[in-house]
Protein backbone atom coordinates (compact mmCIF):
# COMPACT_ATOMS: atom_id res chain seq x y z
CA UNK A 1 0.00 0.00 0.00
CA UNK A 2 0.99 3.32 -0.59
CA UNK A 3 1.13 6.17 2.59
CA UNK A 4 -0.87 9.42 0.95
CA UNK A 5 -0.98 12.68 3.15
CA UNK A 6 -3.16 15.48 2.14
CA UNK A 7 -1.44 18.37 3.95
CA UNK A 8 -3.16 21.39 5.03
CA UNK A 9 -1.60 24.99 5.35
CA UNK A 10 -3.42 28.17 6.98
CA UNK A 11 -2.90 32.03 6.54
CA UNK A 12 -0.95 33.26 9.66
CA UNK A 13 -2.73 33.74 12.48
CA UNK A 14 -6.03 33.61 10.20
CA UNK A 15 -7.63 30.21 11.34
CA UNK A 16 -8.83 29.79 8.09
CA UNK A 17 -7.60 27.34 5.52
CA UNK A 18 -5.79 29.52 2.44
CA UNK A 19 -4.19 25.93 0.62
CA UNK A 20 -4.04 22.67 0.00
CA UNK A 21 -1.28 20.82 -0.78
CA UNK A 22 -0.91 17.43 -2.26
CA UNK A 23 1.93 15.59 -0.79
CA UNK A 24 2.83 12.03 -1.00
CA UNK A 25 4.61 10.27 1.70
CA UNK A 26 8.14 8.82 0.55
CA UNK A 27 7.55 6.05 3.01
CA UNK A 28 4.86 4.49 1.35
CA UNK A 29 7.32 4.05 -1.86
CA UNK A 30 10.39 2.24 0.69
CA UNK A 31 7.72 0.08 1.50
CA UNK A 32 6.91 -0.89 -2.29
CA UNK A 33 10.60 -1.06 -3.73
CA UNK A 34 10.77 -3.12 -0.30
CA UNK A 35 8.30 -5.55 -1.64
CA UNK A 36 10.41 -5.39 -4.86
CA UNK A 37 13.10 -6.41 -3.09
CA UNK A 38 11.51 -9.37 -1.47
CA UNK A 39 9.73 -10.58 -4.58
CA UNK A 40 13.12 -10.37 -6.45
CA UNK A 41 14.51 -12.05 -4.18
CA UNK A 42 11.72 -15.03 -3.92
CA UNK A 43 11.68 -15.24 -7.67
CA UNK A 44 15.45 -16.00 -7.70
CA UNK A 45 15.71 -12.58 -9.74
CA UNK A 46 18.63 -9.91 -9.18
CA UNK A 47 17.23 -7.79 -5.91
CA UNK A 48 20.07 -5.11 -6.66
CA UNK A 49 17.94 -3.27 -8.71
CA UNK A 50 15.47 -1.95 -6.13
CA UNK A 51 18.61 -2.04 -3.78
CA UNK A 52 19.76 0.53 -5.84
CA UNK A 53 16.42 2.92 -5.31
CA UNK A 54 16.52 2.54 -1.49
CA UNK A 55 19.70 3.69 -1.21
CA UNK A 56 18.78 7.15 -3.02
CA UNK A 57 15.76 6.81 -0.41
CA UNK A 58 17.67 5.37 2.31
CA UNK A 59 19.78 9.50 1.66
CA UNK A 60 16.66 11.25 1.72
CA UNK A 61 16.03 9.97 5.22
CA UNK A 62 19.75 10.00 6.42
CA UNK A 63 19.41 13.97 5.46
CA UNK A 64 16.03 14.54 6.83
CA UNK A 65 17.11 13.10 10.42
CA UNK A 66 19.95 15.41 10.34
CA UNK A 67 17.94 18.42 9.67
CA UNK A 68 15.34 17.57 12.09
CA UNK A 69 15.91 19.68 14.87
CA UNK A 70 16.56 22.95 12.16
CA UNK A 71 13.92 25.76 11.54
CA UNK A 72 11.85 25.87 8.55
CA UNK A 73 13.98 27.95 6.22
CA UNK A 74 17.51 26.27 7.01
CA UNK A 75 15.64 22.72 6.38
CA UNK A 76 14.64 24.26 3.05
CA UNK A 77 17.92 25.68 1.85
CA UNK A 78 19.15 22.20 2.71
CA UNK A 79 16.71 20.32 0.79
CA UNK A 80 17.33 22.43 -1.87
CA UNK A 81 20.96 21.32 -1.77
CA UNK A 82 21.06 18.48 -0.95
CA UNK A 83 17.88 16.39 -0.92
CA UNK A 84 16.96 17.63 -4.39
CA UNK A 85 19.89 16.24 -5.84
CA UNK A 86 19.61 12.73 -4.22
CA UNK A 87 15.55 12.82 -5.53
CA UNK A 88 16.54 14.14 -8.90
CA UNK A 89 18.95 10.86 -9.20
CA UNK A 90 16.26 8.91 -8.00
CA UNK A 91 13.86 9.92 -10.29
CA UNK A 92 16.29 9.85 -13.60
CA UNK A 93 17.52 5.71 -12.18
CA UNK A 94 13.33 5.44 -12.24
CA UNK A 95 13.48 6.78 -15.92
CA UNK A 96 16.17 4.31 -17.17
CA UNK A 97 14.80 1.63 -14.90
CA UNK A 98 11.10 1.73 -16.36
CA UNK A 99 12.06 0.16 -19.56
CA UNK A 100 14.04 -2.46 -17.57
CA UNK A 101 11.83 -4.12 -15.27
CA UNK A 102 8.91 -6.74 -15.64
CA UNK A 103 5.34 -5.21 -16.66
CA UNK A 104 3.38 -5.89 -13.48
CA UNK A 105 6.36 -7.01 -11.20
CA UNK A 106 5.91 -4.85 -7.53
CA UNK A 107 9.22 -3.30 -8.42
CA UNK A 108 7.06 -2.26 -12.15
CA UNK A 109 4.84 -0.70 -10.05
CA UNK A 110 7.05 1.13 -7.57
CA UNK A 111 8.82 2.56 -10.50
CA UNK A 112 5.80 3.44 -11.96
CA UNK A 113 4.08 5.03 -9.19
CA UNK A 114 6.68 7.43 -8.33
CA UNK A 115 6.59 8.34 -11.48
CA UNK A 116 3.22 9.09 -11.73
CA UNK A 117 3.52 10.96 -8.23
CA UNK A 118 6.85 12.77 -9.00
CA UNK A 119 5.24 15.88 -8.06
CA UNK A 120 3.41 14.98 -5.19
CA UNK A 121 6.80 13.15 -4.06
CA UNK A 122 8.99 16.40 -4.17
CA UNK A 123 6.64 18.72 -2.73
CA UNK A 124 8.90 18.56 0.45
CA UNK A 125 11.52 19.98 -1.24
CA UNK A 126 9.62 23.53 -1.56
CA UNK A 127 8.46 23.96 1.92
CA UNK A 128 10.76 23.92 4.71
CA UNK A 129 7.66 22.58 7.02
CA UNK A 130 6.60 19.78 5.27
CA UNK A 131 7.49 16.15 6.28
CA UNK A 132 9.20 13.99 4.07
CA UNK A 133 6.86 11.12 5.45
CA UNK A 134 3.75 10.74 7.56
CA UNK A 135 4.53 7.71 9.57
CA UNK A 136 3.25 9.28 12.94
CA UNK A 137 0.01 10.07 11.51
CA UNK A 138 -0.07 6.64 9.98
CA UNK A 139 0.95 4.95 13.62
CA UNK A 140 -1.54 6.49 15.33
CA UNK A 141 -4.28 6.06 12.92
CA UNK A 142 -3.41 2.05 12.84
CA UNK A 143 -3.94 2.61 16.80
CA UNK A 144 -7.39 3.32 16.08
CA UNK A 145 -8.12 0.86 13.23
CA UNK A 146 -6.20 -2.24 15.14
CA UNK A 147 -8.57 -1.03 18.51
CA UNK A 148 -12.20 -0.89 16.37
CA UNK A 149 -12.36 -4.43 16.45
CA UNK A 150 -11.00 -5.24 19.83
CA UNK A 151 -13.62 -2.61 21.40
CA UNK A 152 -16.46 -4.47 19.91
CA UNK A 153 -16.12 -6.50 23.13
CA UNK A 154 -15.42 -4.50 26.02
CA UNK A 155 -17.82 -6.41 27.68
CA UNK A 156 -19.73 -3.59 29.26
CA UNK A 157 -21.23 -0.12 28.76
CA UNK A 158 -18.45 0.84 31.98
CA UNK A 159 -16.04 -1.10 30.24
CA UNK A 160 -17.07 1.03 26.89
CA UNK A 161 -16.44 4.30 29.19
CA UNK A 162 -12.95 3.06 30.75
CA UNK A 163 -11.64 2.18 27.46
CA UNK A 164 -12.72 5.76 25.96
CA UNK A 165 -11.21 7.39 28.67
CA UNK A 166 -7.83 5.40 28.51
CA UNK A 167 -7.87 6.08 24.02
CA UNK A 168 -8.61 9.68 24.63
CA UNK A 169 -5.42 10.88 27.03
Not at 27 to 32: D, K, M, Q, T, Y
Not at 60 to 66: C, P, Q
Not at 82 to 100: E, G, H, I, N, R
Request: hydrophobic content about 45%; some cysteine.
Amino acid sequence: TYARAVTLMGGAGSGQLTKMVNQICIAGLVEALSEGIHFAMRAGLDPERAGQALTLINELFRIERALAADPPAKRLAARMDQSKTVLDAFFQWSDVQVAAVLDESPISKAIGYARNQRLALQRFLGDGRLPIHNNRSELELRREAIGRKNWLFVGNDEGGEVNASFVSL
